[in-house]
């Protein structure tokens, strides 16, 4: 009986299992070719008969899993925190933000812009004793802030898009802890008078007053762009100069 040498079992470059199949299948075929004239030691001389099963295919590989990004958490508001005994700094970046928003506002006649610089609505609940703090936060101060911001516009003139901000200055030391039972409140802050916000326009220097910035949680926010009392309801530049 010949034997069918497989000799290219080890030739690199052909996968191993197939070479190993058609080398085994070449085997049993020579093998059936053998008996296949007469019968073996134990047969009845019916031959011998093989079936050859197919190769199967390589599996390709799956992708691999990759879980999705978990949101991004949402932003804090800080009003629904609590206060802290925490003095601002003036130069703290969110409350520069917080003063450029407020420029932006007035440059482009939009209140809507400064509304972040303002003291937060759910912190204004919490520190005050009175009968409806949310109708007075709303229909008082943040309609006072956005007829001032219009005032402020206005002190502008038809020049207002040319006009450039310089600085803010923040009298940190006049800073004076405001405690329960002052200015009818049952929370405390920090609150500041003086505070300017200077500009130019026209190459002239001018300036104008931020009437208070009282704090939460370490950050100041204007409460008064113009005085906390007036007698009728209309917008208001505090203290101008220039």
């Known amino acids: 009986m010949n034997r069918t040498t497989c000799k290219g079992a080890q030739r690199s470059g052909a996968p191993r299992r197939w070479l190993y199949a058609l080398c085994a299948a070449s085997m049993l075929l020579s093998v059936a070719a053998c008996g296949g004239g007469s019968a073996g030691p134990g047969t009845n001389g019916t031959g011998v008969s093989i079936g ?29 925190l609590p206060q802290t005994h925490v003095l601002p700094h003036p130069d703290d970046p969110v ?106 326009i026209n190459g002239v220097t001018k300036s104008f007053g931020i009437f208070s910035l009282i704090s939460w949680r370490g950050e100041w926010y204007c409460v008064h762009l113009g005085p906390a009392v007036r007698s009728s309801n209309r917008g208001i530049v505090y203290s101008p100069q220039g």
């Open 95 to 200: 409350f520069q933000a917080g003063v450029q928003d407020l420029w932006q506002a007035i440059v482009q006649d939009d209140p809507s812009i400064a509304l972040p610089f303002f003291f937060p609505k759910g912190a204004y609940l919490q520190v005050k004793a009175i009968s409806n703090p949310l109708a007075d936060y709303q229909s008082r101060l943040i309609a006072w802030y956005g007829l001032d911001i219009h005032a402020a516009h206005a002190l502008l003139g038809s020049h207002s898009s040319s006009a450039r901000f310089v600085k803010v200055t923040v009298p940190t030391s006049q800073a004076e802890w405001i405690r329960p039972g002052v200015e009818y409140n049952k929370g405390s802050y920090y609150r500041l008078y003086g505070t300017r916000l200077t500009y130019r």
């Open 52 to 80: 050859l099963t197919a190769i199967p295919s390589p599996v390709a590989p799956t992708d691999s899993f990759t879980p999705s990004p978990s949101p991004s958490p949402s932003p804090v508001d800080p009003g629904t």
